[in-house]
């Protein structure tokens, strides 16, 4: 799979599913020490991240999505063995009952 720099929340759900279907672990990472409800988050926690399985992808988000994306080639760079994404709109545009349905 080619991994854009940003994934919208149905982005971000749909890829979940699939890729978990796979093997592959997909973590929605809490900058800003303010987790998203009904969303499984885990704190920014870089010590902790990087014992991730390798080719993990790593979804950031922030309250608009813009700091995580101009900080991206930091967590890429960081990060070198894992996807490295950003959460388009961060928490604001964030939408709680939002769910995808399996085809």
Known sequence: MNFPDEWTQKEY???KALLE??????LLIDTILAPIE?????????PLLS???DGSVFV??????????NRLAEYKKKFPNHHCISLKGGRGYWRVNMSVQSE
């Open 51 to 53: 014992k991730e399985p």
């Open 13 to 15: 759900l749909t890829n």
């Open 38 to 46: 009904k969303a499984q988050t885990i704190t920014y926690n870089p």
């Open 21 to 26: 279907k796979e093997g592959i672990k997909v």
């Open 60 to 69: 950031f988000y922030c309250d608009t999505g813009k700091a995580t994306l």
